[in-house]
């Protein structure tokens, strides 16, 4: 019978492992598809903001009613810690993320904005540095490592802003048609004025966007361990994201005409609703809770191969050099940062002696007389 519970146990285990495995893959490839599906709707002239408030709507009707019936006995009680920390997940992860996400992919193109993606892993570990919740030994190989891959990724993101390159692959026409022509507002304007043209905007967005990203992760990850309610935990902090949304809309918007929408633009904000709002967040928190901020934040590495072969297929969105030079630092730096936090674990492991190693001899021996 032992057995019996130790070989179903193992069996769950492994079920367990490869449900996780799924759920990682299934967030990049959610979010590959996602840059693609909107650049069609901003191609039609859609408001970026009223896009996003569609979006986290119908998230939030989605994730409610899920997070109301199947964890109302084992949901926590509300505190005022826990609703400020609902009210900063949703500012960074839902309001600032998205918002920043769709902005720059409208002032780039699909490729870039999935190219700039992996930058959130190594964000996530630098925020966890400076929580506590990452350790860095700077005497070890391992420690070294790790800061090294870090330099090497962020500087990969930051020549994305500053070098574009000649096209290596599809047309620079046909990108950009893709680009939007009229990016406004006071900050975009300030920024302009400073000197940066609207690419580059569009790709300082997008790592403001991987930034908020890896806050969002690193705060929800401390967070699930007191509340280990994941549905309810996003929910609440969709509700805020929603509430902010909405708000900054109001004074934003131009009347009833900016909340108007095509069929494909109807089609796009019900994809990114449903399966880039309310199925991706709540994998990426249920993955978050089991293995973590950093492994989840990893896998992101995987969506640029996603959007770039699908932005290339419906979209023809060109692929430069910048994004090939910033894309591979940036993978290079991430994969060192991964080797590195591998082999510190490995040395901290080593240095664990097993409790059944002290006791499995007497300390001392007997004599006996012949």
């Known amino acids: 019978m032992a057995n019996d519970a130790s070989g179903s146990g193992s069996v769950r285990g492994v079920d367990e492992k490869w449900k996780t495995q799924l759920a990682l893959l299934m967030g990049p490839l959610i979010y590959g598809a996602y840059p693609v599906i909107t650049k069609v709707a901003l191609n039609d002239g859609v408001n970026q903001l009223v ?74 570990f630098l925020f966890s540095t400076i929580m506590g919740t990452e350790k860095v030994n700077l005497l070890r190989y391992e420690g070294m490592a790790k800061v090294g891959g ?32 009229n990016p406004s507002g006071l900050l975009m304007d300030g920024l302009k004025d400073i000197g940066f043209d609207q690419f580059s905007l569009g790709v300082i967005c997008l790592i403001g966007n991987c ?59 019900l994809y990114a609703g449903i399966f880039a709002s309310a199925l991706g967040y709540g994998l990426v928190t249920w993955c978050n809770k089991i293995v973590g901020p950093t492994m989840v934040s990893l896998y992101n590495s995987l ?22 030079l910033g894309g591979t630092a940036i993978l290079v730096g991430l994969y060192i940062v991964i080797w590195g936090s591998y082999k510190e674990k490995q040395a901290d492991a080593a240095q664990v002696i097993p409790c059944d190693s002290c006791v499995s001899e007497p300390l001392i021996h007997k004599k006996t007389v012949c």
């Open 51 to 124: 896009f996003c408030v569609y979006r986290v709507l119908i998230g939030l009707l989605v994730l409610s009613p899920f997070a109301y019936f199947l964890e109302r006995r084992t949901r926590p009680p509300l505190t005022k810690h826990l609703l400020f920390s609902f009210f900063l997940l949703g500012l960074l992860g839902i309001f600032g993320n998205q918002l920043l996400f769709l902005i720059g992919l409208n002032l780039t193109n699909p490729t870039y904005a999935a190219a700039a993606q992996p930058a959130v892993p190594v964000f996530t």
């Open 150 to 181: 870090t330099i090497i990724c962020v500087s990969g993101a930051i020549s994305m802003v500053l070098y574009r390159g000649p096209v290596i692959i599809g047309n620079s026409e046909t990108g950009m048609e893709h680009v939007s022509q």
């Open 211 to 269: 930034m908020c990203m890896a806050v969002y992760l690193t705060i929800q990850a401390k967070l699930l361990k007191k509340y280990p309610t994941n549905l309810s935990l996003t929910a609440y902090s969709y509700f805020f994201g929603t509430v902010l949304m909405v708000i900054v809309s109001i004074f934003m918007t131009d009347g009833i005409t900016d909340w108007t929408l095509t069929q494909p633009e109807i089609l796009a904000v």
């Open 303 to 324: 969506q640029p191969a996603f959007s770039t072969l699908l932005s290339l297929i419906f979209l023809g969105s060109p692929v430069y050099m910048g994004s090939i």
